[in-house]
């Protein structure tokens, strides 16, 4: 008996020893398993970061190299207007100058759309557009692009059905888009041609809409396809990069085409040529569409009657300051200049001025508070309220509602362009209505830049 309780002792002894080995075991193997787990964890952040860091020294290359071949352009022209007397060399080289500007600008606006675009995921303006136009114009702009490298550009609606026409839409975001794809496959297609072709059909949701862009140009590798959407990334990087661009054209494009709930896809063969597709469902309109004016003619009129008023142009910077005026003396208005919110209010004390261009951000006292303080004069003097028109450079939040919420009556966005600018002294020098629009400082009063943009 004492033996088999010997025995049995062993056994369980025993047994405890051999449960403790396995469950050190597993325990072991348990740590080892979490412990290569952490590693790997560890390994794909730093990757990740790699990569980040990677994108981050591209994008900065690729930055400096899209601003700096511009502004090459630039300031190599103006160095040679400089020393030419020949009338037409001036005129081309004003014209390589303006081009490259341009350009510029359009990069400008590509990082600002996208900022803006991850920030906030856009919001749609839905009216009324007309499918056929806004394609075909989106199009038309790059025919001269098109022939300067001899190569087609073809607009395709036919198959659209004829019943397919306006639809509710956001006309700048389907805009954007076709312009997009184009500019890409007029840029990487040195032979044959691009043609656009659209197709659609009613449906009881709306219209399907098919937008198919077509090149033969150099094509796009399969393994990189599935990148191609990705923010920053060109399929060709670095020194060797024979097309410009800021690779974010296509990430662009996609995020407008999810805002409206559609998609874009791309088909490609290296070497024979891409084709993007967008797909779109649009619901049809139900309002009664009226075409917008092609283009907004200067008010001769207006102009004319806005010549001899004076200005209290309020601008930091010198250059900035020289050239308003210089526009300004264009159409025979004077300008008074102040370079900061401060020096502004001081003068307006002194004197009266038919207008006041106000830039934003200036050191001393911006020009929301200049404003608020001039509006504070006039309702002391009982003074007639003076047209206020903000000049901004800060394109980026687009606040032409909060420029008017600080007392300011209209917006003008920087690079000024010469038309802008002549559009807003015809609306607010050009007649008498403008001071007395002023008064009621409407911000949904007629806006004449909005107004040529959108056409
Ligand atoms: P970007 O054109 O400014 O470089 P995108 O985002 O528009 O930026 O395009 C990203 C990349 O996709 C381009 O750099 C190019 O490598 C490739 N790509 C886009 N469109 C085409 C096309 N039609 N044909 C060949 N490659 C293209």
């Not at 020393?83 to 590509?110: F, H, K, Y």
């Not at 919001?123 to 001899?150: E, M, W, Y």
């Not at 209209?410 to 050009?430: F, M, T």
Request: overall charge positive; proline content about 4%; charged content about 25%.
């Amino acid at each position: 008996m004492q033996r088999l309780v010997v025995h049995l002792g062993g056994i369980n002894f025993m047994c405890y020893a051999l449960y403790r080995v396995i469950s050190i075991r597993e325990r072991k193997l348990f740590l080892k398993v979490k412990r290569q787990r952490s590693i790997n964890e560890l390994k794909r952040a730093r990757d990740r970061a790699e990569e980040a860091s990677r994108a981050k020294s591209a994008f900065l290359a690729n930055m400096s190299h899209e601003i700096r071949t511009p502004m090459n352009g630039i300031i190599g022209s103006l160095a040679l207007l400089e020393c030419t007397d020949s009338e037409a060399r001036r005129r081309t080289l004003t014209a390589v100058a303006r081009q490259a500007a341009d350009g510029l600008l359009q990069t400008l606006n590509e990082i600002l759309d996208y900022a803006k675009l991850d920030a906030k995921g856009g919001s749609l303006h839905l009216a009324p557009l007309d499918i056929r136009r806004v394609c075909q114009v989106a199009v038309q702009t790059f025919q001269a692009n098109a022939i300067a490298k001899g190569i087609a550009l073809k607009f395709d609606p036919f198959h659209l059905p004829s019943d397919v026409a306006i639809v509710q839409g956001d006309e700048e975001k389907l805009r954007r888009i076709i312009m997009n794809l184009v500019s890409n496959a007029i840029k990487f297609t040195a032979v044959g041609g691009v043609t656009v072709r659209l197709r659609g059909a009613r449906t009881t949701q709306g219209v399907r809409l098919i937008v198919r862009i077509a090149d033969t140009g150099i094509g796009i590798a399969a393994d990189k396809i599935p990148l191609l959407f990705d923010p920053f990334f060109q399929v060709e990087s670095g020194m060797s990069r024979s097309y410009g661009g800021t690779g974010l054209g296509l990430a662009i494009s996609r995020q407008l085409a999810h805002v409206m709930g559609g998609t874009v896809r791309v088909r490609s063969t290296l070497g024979r040529g891409s084709v993007f597709t967008v797909r779109l469902l649009l619901p049809e309109s139900v309002e009664n569409w009226v075409p917008a004016p092609l283009d907004v003619p200067l008010p001769h009129r207006a102009l004319a009657a806005a010549r001899g008023k004076t200005v209290l142009l309020v601008e930091d910077n010198a250059v900035n300051a020289f050239i308003s005026a210089a526009s300004l003396e264009t159409m025979g208005v004077a300008s008074v200049h102040a370079s900061n919110g401060k020096e502004a209010v001081d003068l307006f004390q002194e004197r009266r001025f038919d207008a006041v261009l106000m830039d934003c951000e200036m050191p001393v006292m911006d020009g929301f508070a200049a404003t608020r303080l001039i509006r504070d004069h006039e309702a002391l003097t009982e003074a007639p309220r003076t047209p206020i028109i903000a000049l901004t450079a800060n394109a980026l939040s687009g606040d032409r509602e909060h420029c008017l919420r600080q007392g300011m009556d209209d917006y003008l966005s920087k690079p000024i362009e010469l038309r802008q600018l002549s559009l807003l002294v015809a609306k607010w020098l050009g007649n008498q209505r403008a001071a007395a629009n002023a008064e009621s400082s409407e911000p949904k009063a007629q806006d004449a830049v909005a107004a040529a943009r959108a056409a």
